[in-house]
C-alpha cells in the first residue's frame, strides 16, 4: 500500500510514517517543516520519500494523493504560542491547507484519517 502523511515530521506523523514502513508499505512523507523536524525523521529518511512541500499547493498535493491508497492527514500549525504570534498564518494553514488536501483525496476518491 501507498501511505502519504502530511505533516510527517511532526511526532505523531512520523510515528505513523515509521510504523507503516515498518509493515512493509511505501510512505511519502509530505511536510514544510514549520512545526514539524527533520530529526523526527532521520532514521527513516531515506527509505522514504520526503516532500519538502506545503499542504497549500494543490498542484503537489493532487499529485502525491492521486498516487497514494490511504492520506494520513496530520499537519497543522500547532502549540498556543505559535498560534498567537502567527494567527493568520495558522488559520490559512490549517483550514484551508486542509480542504486542499480534503478536495484532493475526494476528487481521487482515496481514504482518508483527520487527525489535527
Request: aromatic share 6%; net charge negative; no cysteine.
Amino acid at each position: 500500500m501507498r501511505v502519504l502523511v502530511t505533516g510527517g515530521a511532526g511526532f505523531i506523523g512520523s510515528h505513523l510514517a515509521d510504523f507503516y514502513l515498518s509493515q512493509g508499505h511505501e510512505v511519502t512523507v509530505l511536510d514544510n517543516l514549520s512545526t514539524g523536524n527533520l530529526a523526527n525523521i532521520k532514521p527513516i529518511l531515506e527509505s522514504i520519500n520526503f516532500v519538502n512541500g506545503d499542504i497549500r499547493d494543490a498542484k503537489t498535493v493532487e499529485e502525491l494523493v492521486s498516487n497514494t491508497d490511504l492520506v494520513l492527514h496530520m499537519a497543522a500549525y500547532l502549540g498556543v504560542k505559535n498560534i498567537m504570534e502567527n494567527t493568520l498564518e495558522s488559520i490559512d494553514s490549517n483550514f484551508m491547507g486542509s480542504e486542499v488536501v480534503l478536495k484532493a483525496a475526494t476528487k481521487y476518491k482515496k481514504r482518508i484519517i483527520l487527525a489535527s
